[in-house]
């Protein structure tokens, strides 16, 4: 008797599994959550203007979710840097923002650097200065509407530059990633480019591409034919070259680079950014060159990068 009621309880249970959805097992669990409220200071510390609201959850999977239309539609902060959920910011993987949000604001999201994938509303119309400053491993963005309505939007030139070699699929309606149309990536393109400096050709293990009309190179080869040091640093995605007293510094998706060259420092602005294309880092040649004091020069019948230091 005892145990054909063991074997009842046992079926039961198994029954009992089988008609609960495997969404529900699996189901990531919330970490953390929250609703953030939009406020504006004046010069009296008690004038204080209420704006809006949004609410936001991450879960096991490390999915930050951001709902509400905040600001009048604006998606945006009290003040800089006052991220409700700045604990998990080096955690986040993937990032949905749902539909309503007309802006994302200054800063918005900022400083994620292992963020892949991110889900944008087709109410989306602007994204302001520095919201993806710091997402260097950005390689896929899903937005809910239209091609037309993608090249629609005011995308911020600052701060941005991992957007520009990120894959951008449309009409995907959320974070399950059905995608309907195939992915616009940057076209790039290779067609034997060389690259000689002072008259010397300078060997890749990864030919030169060219990418609107700029030539990326892989990166660790270019400095070490200009006779730099290259040291790599995973964690901030930044490449640090050091010859005598002169540095540049490259940054993954990042179009600005910092220099010192010759007792001079400055900052060169990229057409395009360094990134990772089949798993290598590739950077622009001309910026390198001319960050490193050299003068650039392109040979179109030989299909040649010519560099004179």
Do not use: M, R
């Given at each position: 008797m005892r145990k054909e009621k063991c074997i009842l309880t046992l079926i039961t249970a198994i029954l009992i599994m089988s008609i609960i959805p495997l969404s529900a097992v699996s189901a990531a669990e919330i970490l953390d959550s929250g609703t953030y409220t939009i406020e504006r200071y004046g010069n009296d510390p008690m004038d204080i203007t209420y704006l809006g609201s949004f609410d936001w959850s991450i879960d096991s999977d490390y999915t930050l979710t951001v709902s509400g239309t905040g600001a009048d539609g604006e998606l945006c902060l009290s003040s800089q840097g006052d991220y409700p959920w700045y604990n998990h910011q080096s955690d986040i993987k993937k990032i949905v923002i749902s539909e309503g949000a007309v802006k994302l604001g200054d800063e918005f999201i900022c400083i994620m650097?292992?963020?892949t994938d991110?889900?944008?509303?087709?109410?989306?119309?602007?994204i302001d200065d520095y919201v993806f400053l710091d997402a260097g491993k950005l390689q896929n963005v899903?937005?809910?509407?239209?091609?037309?309505?993608?090249k629609s939007i005011n995308i911020s030139p600052f701060g941005n530059d991992s957007l520009s070699s990120a894959k951008?699929?449309?009409e995907v309606a959320d974070v399950s990633g059905d995608v309907v149309q195939t992915p616009v990536a940057p076209e790039i393109t290779t067609q034997n480019i060389a690259v000689a400096l002072n008259g010397s050709p300078i060997s890749f293990d990864q030919p030169p591409v060219m990418q609107n009309d700029r030539v990326l190179v892989p990166i660790r080869a270019i400095f070490e034919a200009m006779g730099y040091a290259v040291d790599w640093n995973e964690a901030v995605q930044t490449a640090t070259a050091v010859k005598g007293g002169d540095s540049i510094i490259v940054r993954l998706n990042n179009a600005v680079i910092d220099y010192t060259t010759g007792g001079v420092s400055g900052v060169y602005q990229c057409d395009v950014p360094p990134q990772l294309i089949s798993d290598r880092i590739l950077v622009p040649v001309r910026a390198i060159a001319e960050s490193a004091g050299c003068?650039?020069?392109?040979?179109?019948?030989?299909?040649?990068?010519?560099i004179q230091k």
């Open positions: 650097p292992n963020v991110v889900y944008l509303p087709s109410s989306l119309k602007e899903y937005f809910a509407g239209s091609e037309a309505q993608w951008v699929y449309f003068i650039v020069d392109w040979d179109e019948a030989a299909q040649t990068v010519i």
